[in-house]
């Protein structure tokens, strides 16, 4: 066991991945992050999320991290023994490739678990058990199916959210099976089978929308066209062109303390407004003195005084921006990797605190296969096998005939 990681609660379990892109990985990386040994199984000549250009280029250091390599022909004979040695030596196994792919394998979780009956056998899908089971699905089919896009954009023009918030949350509920799975296990010795979906995760993220048509009879409008719940819960533009900032005040504690801060002239001491319904019903005399005290007024000294007023509040960032963010630099809540190409990189860590700690990094990015060869070893694989394995080209990477 690495001992840089002795101290995360899930040291010495063993994770093997088959899964590329962004939900499987995710799933892994969360697992790794707390400390288990996740061992991620690449095509010979790497992952091809590794290449991806554009809006796909972060996939593979964002959630990779942490994980050791080893890349197999799974198209061979030899190569599919390789994995289910692999296989037989975990606890986990995470997969997310299309429905029946590992069953013609013979990774199939009935196939594998003949042999391995405590194993974890997570399957991150498109959907759940039904009609639309075998249907390809990608995070913006969900959203758009889902709900999510229709409650992101405008009327007539759904909007996908600007990042993959369904494949990581669909991880996210695959690690949440996963540990479920694994306190089970303790009981009971047996492994289980674990799936989660991209659509039913949608559902579960737009099911507050639902529940509101059961309680007001009146269904959700798309969030540009929401009719607030509060007076003051919206984007203002400050004295400098270009800079905005949100501002909610969501309680009368928080308009008091607000009013207290800020000059509104009569409104901010008008008893009328005391309660939240009577500002609710007054947003268009409350609003335009609200924009025109922000608009005259510096981003930097509105977040001073909404920080003393305790009031609810966010400076609209970049992603870029968050590099230089003083919380996440002062909290280990960005980490240090380094890219395929040496190029140095900061990240986010994953969002958990556990005994006053973030999880750190114990194992720098990957290259694809560099751990073939001492997984070989571990997994009980003859010095003379493994030779054979890299001269048939059935296991291969980045340096791994130096290893051997």
């Known amino acids: 066991m690495d001992e840089s990681r002795g101290y995360l609660p899930l040291a010495g379990i063993r994770v ?11 799933a892994g990386v969360i697992l790794a992050d707390l400390g288990a040994d996740v061992i991620k199984v690449e095509p010979l000549g790497g992952d091809h999320t ?11 250091p964002m959630f990779n991290r942490n994980k050791r390599s080893i890349a197999i022909d799974l198209k061979s004979e030899s190569g599919i023994a390789v994995a289910r040695k692999l296989v037989d030596s975990a606890d986990v196994l995470v997969e997310n490739f ?14 594998v678990r003949e042999t391995n009956p405590g194993l974890i056998y997570y399957a991150a899908k498109g959907f759940l ?21 229709y409650m992101t954009g405008p009327s007539g023009r759904p909007l996908r959210a600007g990042s993959s918030v369904i494949d990581i949350a669909g991880g996210m509920f695959g690690v949440i099976g996963i540990l479920a799975a694994l306190h089970q296990r303790v009981k009971t010795g047996a492994g289980a089978q674990v799936r989660s ?21 009146a269904a959700a409008r798309p969030m540009p066209e929401r009719i607030s719940a509060w007076a003051i819960y919206d984007l203002f533009e400050t004295a400098t062109p270009g800079e905005q900032i949100f501002v909610g005040v969501v309680s009368d504690g928080q308009w008091a303390a607000f009013t207290n801060m800020f000059d509104l002239g009569p409104i901010g001491s008008d008893p009328e407004f005391a309660t939240n319904a009577a500002r609710v019903q007054a ?9 025109t005290l922000f608009a005259s007024m510096t981003r930097a000294a509105l977040v001073q005084q909404l920080e003393a007023a305790g009031v609810a509040f966010a400076p609209i ?3 870029e921006d968050l590099f230089d963010d003083p919380h996440l630099n002062s909290n280990g809540g960005l980490v240090d990797l380094t890219l395929d190409t040496g190029k140095p990189i900061r990240l986010p860590a994953l969002p958990v605190e556990i005994d006053g700690r973030l999880p750190a990094i114990y194992r720098d990015l990957p290259l694809a296969g560099a751990d073939g060869v001492a997984i070989l070893n571990e997994i009980g ?11 048939q080209g059935i296991v291969g990477g980045v340096d791994v005939r130096d290893a051997a």
Do not use: C, W
């Not at 290449?51 to 972060?58: C, D, K, T, V, Y």
């Not at 299309?98 to 196939?111: D, I």
């Open 381 to 391: 694989v003859r010095a003379e096998e493994i030779r054979n394995l890299l001269d």
């Open 16 to 26: 093997i991945e088959f899964s590329h892109m962004v939900m499987g990985p995710s």
């Open 98 to 111: 299309r429905p029946g792919a590992l069953e013609k394998l013979g990774l199939g979780p009935e196939r």
């Open 50 to 60: 590794r290449r991806l250009l554009g809006s796909g280029a972060g996939y593979f």
């Open 129 to 149: 058990a039904g009609p639309y089971e075998n249907r390809t699905a990608l995070d913006e089919v969900a959203q758009m199916m889902g709900g999510l896009a």
């Open 283 to 291: 947003r268009d005399r409350i609003l335009p003195t609200v924009r």
């Open 197 to 217: 979906s991209l659509f039913e995760t949608t559902a579960f993220i737009v099911g507050q929308h639902m529940a509101q048509l059961a309680v007001t009879g």
């Open 317 to 319: 960032a970049r992603p």
